[in-house]
């Protein structure tokens, strides 16, 4: 559960919805729900809450401008979403369920600039002048629509957070370009349904070591003598240290089964401490997915 | 007591049961696996000690039969212990096995173990199997080799709704009993002399068997038996009495048949040895810490451009298509149980 000391960056009513696998409908599930983003660890989180039960039911990670949160116009019969992820074919459809539909438009816009906001710190953090200008104008506009309501924190955007001084400035480029980026994406999307494949409604990637590791991944390795005698000393005691050994000891249940308990493991986020012993970057804890990234980070630093 | 009460998960694999077995101090039985409850297979097996029925399903418990074996209350003869913590239960359905027969060889450990508790009641002897010390470091010792799994669930179950189930079946004292630790004491199932509880489990086992509807049920039978190694060799010396004393009469060019036998049981023998050398080597790979070993690997593969990454673009596909085909399992199994709501038609 999230922090009671925490102010979400903006939240909004929303339910889920699930498409059914082998077609393109996508069926609400009526349970009642909250979305919110909150920063944590200098990462950007999106999470869903239950509302009836409480229960965080999904909670990801949005790397600085890898997702984006598009209108679905093609659903008449309510307001629905979709969160599409850059670095994956992943698609989560959502509804909203604010009682008013005044500020649609401005959840969408702030929530992607919040996701863009990560990436753009850096460049406008000394232009203080700039940001002044653009202060004004959004300011109050998202004010007159936000204030009534406890939805957004009011930290964003007013700009009075040093952490994130520069929401604003995105905002409104997003502002400004909001209508276009709409139906760029109404484009996009419409081409995007039609040749949807895959599972949808995988809250959480499902990606683990084994399906990575097979014995055919591992197999062209062992030509080389090098890297076969960095892996020999880690092979169990009894086992002949040679590349056939590894090969064998790869295709074992019991191999596959040490990578799915340490993929396991890893999406538990609870192993930072543990992959730090291997030199590993903080972000060797999110998951299976970041501990790969840590490992190619790590290797390309080695290189150098 | 620094992990007091953490049974970890084990897997019920054969070779990790006879293992367990072995390691608490037990002598002269080994636990198989069996993939047909039928006359014959239990016939080269014997003598069967006891056998037992675990499964693991999802879904709703099942309803309760109606006319099941009575619950058998206080007889001093029959131990049974109550399942405390489900991570054990394997173990304690072994230990139902052992802790009921006449003739195992129990070993120190578990003879103490037996006196200390006869006397308690049912749910008491429970908690002493999983307060034991010796018998938990046994077990633990044969738990997936990785120091940080605490957790008392399956990691390799997708849903969290993954049970394990054992039922232990045996003869005690000429009746055949069926002995799960989540009903409150042993169930008689009525007399079985000798070797006749072997036919008359089949059925019983079957009919549990079907009580497990629309969840999907995964399951495993053992049978707890004598050393086959011994069997098989004291057959061979028997065979090899009766071969000298009938070459003596006829000659050396006779039996021929027990000649043949006798090489039966030695190729026997041959591949149980081998069976246990694979056990062998199995239950230390289950004991070894891969973590450095996989971290390694994926080095090395990182070290060469661009090949982790395509590695990991073909891991997530493989991930896709497992996630599509289990929503379409649930899916499958959602519209046998009915079902059906609003849809929200994309294309209106």
């Known amino acids: ?304 | 007591m620094a992990d007091s009460g953490n049974w970890c998960l084990i897997e019920s694999d054969p070779g990790v049961f006879t293992g367990l077995i072995k390691d608490i101090g037990v002598s002269g039985v080994q636990v198989e696996e069996i993939y047909s409850i039928d006359k014959e297979t239990l016939e080269d097996l014997k003598p069967v000690h006891g056998l037992i029925f675990l499964f693991k399903w999802q879904g709703r418990d099942p309803a309760s039969a109606t006319n099941q074996a009575p619950i058998e209350h206080d007889n001093p003869d029959v131990f049974f212990a109550q399942q405390v913590i489900q991570n054990a239960c394997a173990t304690q359905a072994i230990l139902s096995v052992l802790l009921n027969s006449r003739t195992i060889e129990l070993g120190e450990e578990l003879t103490n173990f037996k006196g200390f508790v006869s006397d308690f009641p049912a749910e008491l002897k429970g908690h002493a199997i999983s307060n034991s010390d010796v018998i938990r470091a046994v077990h633990n010792s044969f738990s997936r080799s990785d120091p940080f799994i605490n957790e008392m669930n399956d990691p390799t179950s997708k849903e969290k709704e993954d049970l394990f189930h054992f039922i232990a079946y045996t003869p005690i004292n000429g009746c055949l009993y069926e002995l799960d630790g989540l009903q409150e004491g042993p169930r008689n199932h009525g007399p079985a002399p000798g070797d006749s509880w072997l036919e008359k489990v089949g059925p019983i086992i079957q009919e549990r068997m079907a009580r497990y509807e629309g969840g999907e049920i995964r399951f495993n039978l053992m049978a707890v038996v004598d050393d086959r190694i011994k069997v098989y060799q004291e057959k061979v010396a028997a065979y090899e009495s009766q071969l000298k004393a009938l070459q003596e009469k006829e000659g050396a060019e006779a039996g021929a048949w027990l000649k043949g036998e006798i090489e039966n049981l030695q190729g026997d023998i041959t591949k149980e040895e081998a069976k246990r050398e694979k056990q062998a080597r199995e239950n230390k790979l289950r004991r070894h810490n891969f973590i450095p070993l996989i971290y390694e690997i994926l080095k090395g593969l990182a070290q060469e451009e661009g090949k982790l990454e395509g590695l990991i673009e073909e891991g997530r596909t493989r991930a896709k298509a497992e996630a599509e085909n289990a929503k379409q399992r649930k899916a499958a199994a959602a519209a046998a149980s009915g079902g059906g709501s609003d849809d929200v038609d994309m294309y209106e």
């Not at chain 1, 909004?12 to 944590?40: H, M, N, Q, S, W």
């Not at chain 1, 992943?90 to 929530?111: G, M, P």
């Not at chain 1, 002044?132 to 007159?144: F, L, Q």
């Not at chain 1, 709409?182 to 995007?192: F, V, Y």
């Open chain 1, 1 to 304: 559960m999230a922090s009671a000391t925490k102010l979400p960056l903006l939240e909004f009513k929303a339910g889920r919805c699930f498409r059914t696998t082998g077609t393109d409908i996508v069926k609400p599930d009526p349970i009642k729900g909250l979305v919110y983003l909150e920063e944590e660890d200098g990462l950007m989180h999106f999470f869903w809450k239950n509302r009836t039960s409480g229960e965080i039911e999904d909670d990801l990670i949005l790397f600085p401008g890898d997702a984006e949160l598009i209108a679905v116009p093609q659903c008449t019969t309510g307001r629905v979403v979709m969160l599409q992820f850059k670095s994956s074919s992943q698609k989560l459809f959502y509804w909203l369920q604010e009682a008013s539909t005044a500020r649609d438009q401005i959840i969408l816009q702030h929530v992607n600039s919040l996701i863009h906001s990560q990436e753009d710190e850096e460049e406008y953090l000394d232009e203080d002048a700039a940001m002044e200008d653009v202060e004004a104008a959004p300011a109050s506009d998202s004010a007159a629509a936000i204030a009534p309501s406890a939805a957004f924190a009011p930290a964003a955007p007013v700009s009075s957070s040093s952490a994130n001084p520069t929401t604003t400035a995105p905002a409104v480029a997003a502002a400004a370009g909001g209508s276009s980026l709409t139906a760029q994406q109404m484009d996009q999307l419409r081409h995007l349904l039609g040749g949807l494949q895959g599972p949808q409604a995988a809250q959480r990637s499902n990606l683990r070591l084994d399906h990575i590791l097979t014995p055919g991944a591992v197999a062209p390795l062992l030509n080389n003598p090098e890297i076969c005698a960095a892996l020999f000393p880690h092979l169990p005691e009894s086992s002949e240290r040679t590349p056939e050994e590894i090969q064998a000891i790869v295709r074992t249940p019991q191999f596959s089964q040490a990578l799915i308990s340490l993929s396991t493991a890893l999406e538990s986020g609870q192993l930072g401490p543990l992959l730090r012993q291997f030199g590993l970057g903080p972000n060797a804890g999110n998951g299976v997915e970041g501990f790969l990234s840590a490992i190619q980070e790590q290797a390309k630093k080695d290189k150098k």
